[in-house]
């Protein structure tokens, strides 16, 4: 569900992003024997990053292409995931099922956007791992989420923005999910963890183009810009010369 190639969109210096090496979607935990053939054979796929958290992927188990011997598993959760206590008598801790629930944001950029720049703030480290992961020179690499619209729609944006890509671009390819909602929705009402986020679907955010606008105009004012906030954490300038000669045709 939800699964496209970025590749074909334009970058400020007139080139393309290539295609067939960057691709997103919605989790894989439905796909069929036909489907894993396409991904690894004809789509050349090597690497998954997973951005769900340990519980997501606990609950759920593995997807059909996490046994292909061919293929990379990169669990990279954009939040930070529960771990036990190593205190004998501290109380028990509430399960966490899917963490977003109890986070509230009031701010003047609005919840949405807000909590998007907060997996900035939160998981640096796997952002980092998951944008050298998709610079890997062999295959490509899709990332997913649960969705593939807000952790997935965050790192590919940040991805295409270290390559060059429009912002248009960038914010038009987020805002495509948008048609897809109705068949993602469909999709997570089959799991009984995601049963909460689709019993309202009129209340799951909208992923316009202007949202995501606003996130990386929110990285610019916070951060100084996409480069500027991955060399705070560890990105060097081979970094980027990789990623942009992976991405760019």
């Known amino acids: 569900m939800n699964a496209r190639d970025v590749g ?36 050349n796929v090597r690497r998954i990053v997973d951005l769900r958290t340990d519980v997501e992927v606990d609950t759920t188990g593995p997807s059909p292409v996490h046994n292909v011997p061919d293929v990379t598993i990169h669990h990279l959760s954009l939040y930070p995931d529960a771990r036990p206590s190593l205190d004998p008598d501290a109380p028990a801790a509430e399960p966490v099922i899917v963490p977003w629930h109890a986070e509230k944001f009031v701010t003047a950029r609005g919840p949405i956007v807000s909590s998007y720049l907060r997996y900035l703030e939160r998981r640096p480290d796997s952002i980092v791992a998951a944008l050298r992961a998709i610079a890997e020179p062999e295959g490509a690499t899709l990332v997913h989420c649960a969705a593939g619209k807000d952790r997935t729609g965050v790192v590919v944006a940040l991805a295409l923005a270290v390559a060059g890509a429009s912002r248009a671009a960038i914010a038009a390819d987020y805002a495509v999910t948008e048609s897809q909602l109705g068949a993602i929705i469909a999709h997570l009402a089959k799991s009984e963890l995601y049963s909460r986020e689709v019993n309202a679907p009129e209340t799951v955010p909208r992923p316009t183009a202007e949202v995501m606008l606003a996130v990386l105009d929110g990285v610019d004012e916070d951060f100084g810009g996409v480069l500027a906030w991955l060399a705070d954490h560890g990105w060097t300038d081979g970094d980027t010369e990789r990623l942009r000669t992976k991405l760019l045709a």
């Open 8 to 43: 074909g969109m334009p970058t400020m210096d007139g080139r393309r992003i290539k295609r067939g090496v960057l691709l997103r979607s919605a989790n894989l935990q439905h796909l069929t024997e036909a489907d894993v053939r396409q991904l690894v054979g004809r789509l």
